[in-house]
């Protein structure tokens, strides 16, 4: 498992947001 901010990914968010996500989805993300 991994830890991501999603406000890194979406500028919409205000403030930071972390989520955890198995490794395989941060891969199809990126």
Known sequence: M???NLR??????????FIEIADE???LIK
């Open 25 to 27: 989805v941060v891969e």
């Open 8 to 17: 890194d990914l979406y500028p919409f968010y205000k403030s930071d947001f």
């Open 2 to 4: 991994k830890k991501i």
